[in-house]
């Protein structure tokens, strides 16, 4: 696929996820493709980049999709469910980033990376051409499924259990806005805005919001659930989860505790995770952050023994990832596996 050129549609280009998307795709094997940036009515006009090219964001019009080859939808579900028929009878292969399309007949959610990790033992493989779509993974599902499927084939689990930071910008540019207005109104000794979580999370950590909260926490656990076994098929423990709203703008953090079933030392679970997509951080260096992850392509990852000695079977992993640049890199890799089932591009 790399030298091939496609027409790419990215549908939500002024959004969080959408701008990253659009900058990993100008450094992605998909660089030399012609990029179709769409948005609703509010962001046409804009000036953006796109493969380091000065490119204008579209109105959005079930026209849109005419002669594309891949849609990503990287806006809102609503503009997804609107949407994402008209891509499809354009004959556009569809990435799906706002999750709208879970529980659609034949709309699989797919983590390549994950695949990977787990030798593609899954059933269905890659999707067949019947596929109308793909949902790209919840970052925290890639990120507990690539780690605990690296163990697993050298350190057979017995369990794990996860809690989860959840930053503010997982729920877009309000949620972010919110969090810093909560912020300079706190030092200002202001009412706090409270549309968005309904709660205090400016200096605070909560690991559940007001009932009137438009971020739903309860709905993240959940999907996180359903796409970490979707992606382990049975392969992988049921992980323990805790969601925990952290007063971060950026990035997700992890801490994880693995159990085995033999005793393992620091330098063998190290081992096991070595690969590509895992930057693992010695305890001699300063511990992953959701600020030392901005900005990089891999998940951070260091590793303690939960006792005393050489030898143990119980494991801390503390890992952080960028959330946004996680999610776009995931989505690109579930384009670039379509891809295998387009031989050649409709752009010529």
Known sequence: MTNREYRIGIVGASS???????????????????????????????VTAAADEVAFIQRLEASSFDRMDFAFFASTAAVTKRYWQDARRAGASIVDLTYALEGEKNVLVRAPWVAEA???????????????????????????ALVAGR???????????????????EYGREAMDELHQQTVNLLSFQTLPREQ????????????????????????ELRIRRHYAGLSEGQLPVPALQMVQAPVFHGYVLSVLVDFDRAASVTEVEAALAGDHIDLVSAASDPPSNLSAAGQEDIMVRVRKDSEGEMGTRFWIWMAADNLKLTALNAIACAIELGRLRPLGKVQ
């Open 151 to 169: 163990l697993q084939a050298k350190l057979p689990l017995t369990s794990v259990a996860a809690t989860v930071m959840e930053p503010a910008s």
């Open 118 to 144: 787990l030798g593609e033992k899954t059933t269905h493989n890659l999707p067949d051409l019947n596929t109308p779509a793909v949902v790209a993974a919840h970052p925290v599902a890639v990120m507990l």
């Open 197 to 220: 979580y309904d709660a205090q999370v400016s200096f605070n950590l909560l690991p559940e919001l007001g009932e009137t909260a438009k971020v739903k926490l309860g709905i993240t």
């Open 16 to 46: 969080l996820v959408g701008k990253e998307l659009t900058e990993e795709l100008g450094a992605s094997p998909l660089a030399a493709s012609d990029f179709v940036l769409l948005d609703e009515e509010e962001a046409a006009g804009q």
